[in-house]
């Protein structure tokens, strides 16, 4: 019976999320920790996705041309359901067992629902015969995105399927940049504080509104800090990054996306000698980055590790999708 495994990298934003979803550029990359979709070809219906790290799983039925799911956790498997679900409008699903596997921490602002469905629908979709296409991939995992929160500017199901490093924009999409890392490492931390980021770009959005003067200078200056540090990236002058990297974090705590746990890890970060540290991602909890020289990288992310659960040194700028084995 056939197998597929295909894998998709978590991701971290460097510059620019939040602004990024009312249409300004942002910038991020892919990271070294994984997610690995395996599907296995199924007599009979149900079709079973299971969840290793969560110990969980759902069982789908195809039902008088619809699909039912059964399972306890339907927020879990929604996003997979919806890209089911897209696949069977085409017509040609067939039950599978699909289990997911990832090295990305949940929730913590890394790309790990993305990435999970862009493994998802490389592996699935080609067990059942479909060219697994960049559009595709993309598409579908945008699908899933769109479930996670409502309204993703698209940055991170593009990150994990293309990997490397990106300027991203809803209006102009994608384009790569080649950064220098130098001798700079980025570390990541983990504050363990989970939160859904759909709620907090809604509150964000919701705070423009009522701000929309003051906002529209934070968004100008938050495209500027993009701006500056494309050069600086492509030249290595890590000192640059790390001030911009500041800056960031300041328009991102003044948009009301940081929090203490947050503030603490980056002040940690910065006392250890980091060049610069900000929340990535959806912030209020999720993870932080910083980035400092090679010298001082291990004793930061020591030092990060007493007030974190999870602290990593990031391989940075990794292979997007993949088809692992098939
Ligand atoms: C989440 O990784 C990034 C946000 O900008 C949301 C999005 O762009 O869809 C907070």
């Known amino acids: 019976m056939n197998n597929v495994r295909a894998s998709a990298p978590g991701k971290i ?12 550029h942002a910038i991020a990359g892919s990271i070294g920790l994984r997610a690995y979709v395996s599907s296995r070809e199924k007599r009979d219906w149900p079709l079973i996705i299971e969840s290793r ?11 008088k041309g619809k699909l039912k799911a059964k399972t306890g956790h339907i927020e879990v498997f929604r996003p997979f359901i919806q890209i089911l679900e897209r696949l069977r409008e085409t017509g040609k699903i ?4 699909i289990t997911i596997d ?11 629902s993305a990435a999970s469905a862009a493994a998802f629908t490389a592996s699935y979709g080609r067990l059942l015969g479909f060219t697994i296409t960049r559009e595709f991939l993309l598409e579908m995992s945008y699908e899933a995105e769109r479930v996670v929160h409502g309204k993703p500017s698209g940055i ?8 490397g490093v990106i300027l991203y924009s809803r209006e102009e999409g994608y384009q790569r940049i080649s950064v220098d890392m130098n001798n700079g490492r980025l570390i990541i931390a983990d504050t ?4 859904r980021t759909g709620d907090v770009v809604l509150d964000v959005l919701e705070l423009y509104d009522r701000h929309e003067r003051v906002f529209d200078a934070i968004y100008r200056a938050a495209e500027e800090v993009v701006r500056e540090s494309i050069p600086a990236l492509e030249r290595g002058e890590l000192d ?6 500041n800056v960031n974090q300041g328009l991102l705590y003044s948009i009301g996306v940081s929090n203490e746990r947050i503030e603490k890890l980056l002040h940690v970060a910065r006392n250890e000698g980091a060049l610069g540290a900000k929340l990535t991602g959806a912030g209020r909890g999720g993870s932080i980055i910083a980035l400092a020289t090679d010298e001082n990288a291990g004793r930061i992310k ?9 602290s990593g040194i990031g391989e940075f700028g990794v292979e997007g999708v993949k088809i692992e084995e098939d």
Do not use: K
Not at 102 to 112: M, T
């Open 240 to 245: 640059v990054i790390g001030e911009l990297m």
């Open 94 to 97: 067939q039950p599978a067992i």
């Open 156 to 163: 991170d199901n593009t990150i994990v399927v293309e990997g």
């Open 192 to 195: 363990g504080v989970r939160r």
């Open 53 to 63: 790290n969560l110990g969980m799983q759902a069982r789908v039925y195809l039902d």
């Open 13 to 24: 934003i460097l510059f620019g999320e939040h602004f990024v979803v009312r249409g300004n």
């Open 302 to 310: 020591s030092r990060l590790l007493e007030n974190a659960p999870w």
């Open 102 to 112: 990832s090295e990305i921490p949940v929730s913590a602002g890394l790309g790990s």
